[in-house]
């Protein structure tokens, strides 16, 4: 029998929504110029808008042509290109899917992608389940399920039961798509492939550690989405913040394969002490940029915030009473991702008395985004008879010029065809970080105050210095500069 039917098809849920038009078809264009999909992936867009297929591949061809990332390989590209409308609710657009997809011998390889709201996340899984089309007879059914995986513990717990009614974990792919940017993935190289960092990766010579992810952007275009199941401790923290700290934190795994560097990270999340609600303050911040009340699609009143900062202290041999800082928000006076690493003091100011009274600590800085960059942070004698210091900066770029930094969607989009899950999410990962926010969540919620307001622009608001234990410690607010601090008091 002839099976005039392809290897396998990504059919994308929400194909006229904003992740499937700014991220998705991006990236499975770019994996197609680059020669990774092999010539008959097929490509599904599911959406309620009744296009027929032309109209959607013109809308496609105009949203790529528009990008830096047009090239010649459109045409090609548009060929792979069809289009199901149909609601999500409906029977009968599931049976027409399985048309799509094919029966018997010739069905195909599949990768449903979720990309509509989470509330439809249980409905398109039973719609493909009762319309048998996540049984594995005839070759494999995977589900990407974007964040967020529920919107707290409890809901996180109850989409894994449905889900897991109808799928196995080797079929679902919980996505958080910070952990597949290039940056994101150097933290293990930078850790592993080194020597140098590993004696002093502990609490024996770090003081504290912090993971920054700031916007100059706001919520226009999600407003009240993100103001009924956002805020920056569910949007960030819960998911793209701890798997920093996790990647940062954990112990070498056996292999890079998925389930050692998964048990590695939820051992992580786990030795994660519960944050101290009864002294909240002093363990965590939220606040909201000023203004925010008034944009279109915000609930009048609204508490939710829009900067968060929290403390965290993973106790376990390696990291007890090394405080992790972790900060997120919008609206705020520069776009920059990175992780700051203060290193203890040495055991003697063995300059003391000379013009050198203080002798700075050094810093490991990584960049996440915009700069890709590693950066050390050491004390250095100021040339000249006086005994003084200054810091410099041994600073590093991690790509050549002219070396193309992919998106975090085109690795993971592959890694799904590949059938390789490590950067994503294990159900236990996803249960643990919520176990983490979950109760500072809840004590903001019972707080009858508003959050605290921060002008846009700014660094954000002043109380996120009040979460340091120790008065010589402050937010690094930007990557280092050389010569920048004299050491001279
Ligand atoms: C998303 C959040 O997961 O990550 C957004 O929902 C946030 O609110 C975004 O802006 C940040 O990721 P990136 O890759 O755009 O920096």
């Given at each position: 029998m002839s099976c005039a039917t392809e290897s396998h098809a990504y059919v994308i849920f929400g194909a006229t929504g904003n992740l499937a038009t700014v991220k998705l078809l991006p990236a499975l264009y770019q994996l197609h110029c680059l020669g990774y999909l092999a010539a008959d992936v097929k490509i599904l867009g599911c959406g309620r808008t009744p296009h027929q297929r032309d109209d959607w591949r013109d809308q496609v061809r105009k949203m790529l042509a528009s990008g830096t990332n047009a090239g010649s390989c459109l045409e090609g590209f548009f060929q792979r290109l069809d289009y199901l409308a149909g609601s999500l609710e409906d029977a009968a657009f599931y049976?027409?899917?399985?048309?799509?997809?094919?029966?018997?011998?010739?069905?195909?390889?599949?990768?449903?992608?979720?990309?509509?709201?989470?509330?439809?996340?249980?409905?398109?899984?039973?719609?493909?389940?009762?319309?048998?089309?996540?049984?594995?007879?005839?070759?494999?059914?995977?589900?990407?399920?974007?964040?967020?995986?529920?919107?707290?513990?409890?809901?996180?717990?109850?989409?894994?039961?449905?889900?897991?009614?109808?799928?196995?974990e080797e079929q679902i792919y919980r996505i958080d798509h910070y952990v597949g940017k290039e940056s994101v993935q150097n933290l293990l190289v930078l850790r592993f492939a080194n020597m140098i960092l590993e004696p002093l990766w502990n609490r024996h010579y770090i003081d504290h550690v912090q993971i920054t992810h700031a916007e100059t952007v706001g919520v226009d275009g999600r407003a009240s989405y993100y103001d009924r199941h956002g805020g920056a401790a569910r949007d960030m923290i819960q998911s793209h913040l701890l798997q920093v700290l996790a990647l940062l934190a954990m112990e070498p795994p056996v292999s890079l394969e998925a389930e050692s560097l998964r048990d590695e990270k939820v051992k992580v999340l786990r030795s994660i002490r519960p944050v101290d609600v009864s002294q909240l303050a002093s363990h965590a911040v939220r606040a909201q940029y000023a203004g925010y009340q008034m944009e279109a699609g915000i609930a009048p009143g609204s508490h939710t915030e829009t900067y968060a900062a929290l403390k965290l202290y993973v106790d376990n041999w390696r990291w007890r009473d090394v405080p992790f800082y972790l900060r997120t928000g919008k609206s705020l006076k520069e776009r920059r991702s990175m992780v700051a690493v203060r290193f203890r003091e040495p055991p003697m100011q063995l300059f003391q008395g000379t013009g050198a009274a203080i002798v700075h600590p050094n810093w490991l800085l990584i960049g996440i985004q915009p700069d890709d960059v590693v950066q050390m942070e050491i004390s250095a004698k100021v040339p000249g008879a006086e005994t003084r210091t200054r810091q410099i900066v041994m600073d590093a770029s991690v790509g050549n010029p002219g070396e193309r930094k992919a998106d975090a969607y085109e690795e993971l989009l592959l890694d799904v065809i590949e059938g390789n899950r490590a950067l994503f999410l294990r159900y236990d990962e996803v249960k643990a970080a919520w176990s983490i926010v979950d109760p500072?969540?809840?004590?903001?919620?019972?707080?009858?105050?508003?959050?605290?307001?921060?002008?846009?622009?700014?660094?954000?608001?002043?109380?996120?210095?009040?979460?340091?234990?120790?008065?010589?410690?402050?937010?690094?607010?930007?990557?280092?500069?050389?010569?920048?601090?004299?050491?001279?008091?």
């Open positions: 049976q027409a899917l399985g048309t799509w997809i094919g029966t018997g011998e010739c069905a195909r390889n599949v990768i449903f992608y979720l990309s509509v709201s989470p509330e439809l996340y249980v409905r398109v899984t039973m719609g493909l389940a009762q319309a048998g089309l996540l049984a594995e007879r005839n070759g494999w059914r995977r589900m990407v399920v974007e964040k967020p995986f529920g919107h707290d513990l409890q809901s996180a717990r109850d989409l894994q039961h449905e889900l897991k009614a109808h799928l196995s500072v969540m809840r004590a903001w919620a019972d707080d009858e105050h508003p959050p605290l307001q921060y002008p846009v622009g700014s660094l954000g608001p002043k109380a996120a210095n009040q979460i340091f234990d120790q008065a010589d410690q402050e937010w690094r607010q930007t990557l280092g500069c050389n010569g920048k601090a004299d050491g001279k008091s």
